[in-house]
Nanobody
Framework: QVQLVESGGGLVEPGGSLRLSCAGS????????MSWYRQAPEKERELVAM????????NYADSVKGRFTISRDNAKNTVSLEMNSLKPEDTAVYYC????????????WGQGTQVTVTS
């Protein structure tokens, strides 16, 4: 059974920090590129950060560059998102995503974790 389980969301004041984690199971984690997406109320889901399967390359949305850092530990089947200097506009449900581009593209999603940035 494939699972992606996010944790670490919560309520934080502007300028604060949070660390999100996502634990994968039921699939070969090290073969999958991992990403964090977010969806704010009444907005479309957007890509926040991506890390390649071996962790050799990362990519970030312009809105989070310099503030967020994605990392992974293939030995522990986890991917993390370190979020610093949080802003109210970072408020959203954050989703973990795993994708493998083989003959067919395979994608899995977590259930999401709420991040709320407010004073």
């Amino acid at each position: 059974q494939v699972q992606l389980v996010e944790s670490g969301g919560g309520l934080v004041e502007p300028g604060g920090s949070l660390r999100l984690s996502c634990a994968g199971s039921g699939f070969t984690f090290s073969r999958f590129h991992m990403s964090w997406y977010r969806q704010a109320p009444e907005k479309e889901r957007e890509l926040v950060a991506m890390i390649t399967s071996a962790g050799s390359s990362t990519n970030y949305a312009d809105s989070v560059k310099g503030r967020f850092t994605i990392s992974r530990d293939n030995a522990k089947n986890t991917v993390s998102l370190e979020m610093n200097s949080l802003k109210p506009e970072d408020t959203a449900v954050y989703y973990c995503n795993a994708v493998y581009h083989g003959i067919l593209t395979t994608a899995y999603w977590g259930q999401g974790t709420q991040v709320t940035v407010t004073s």
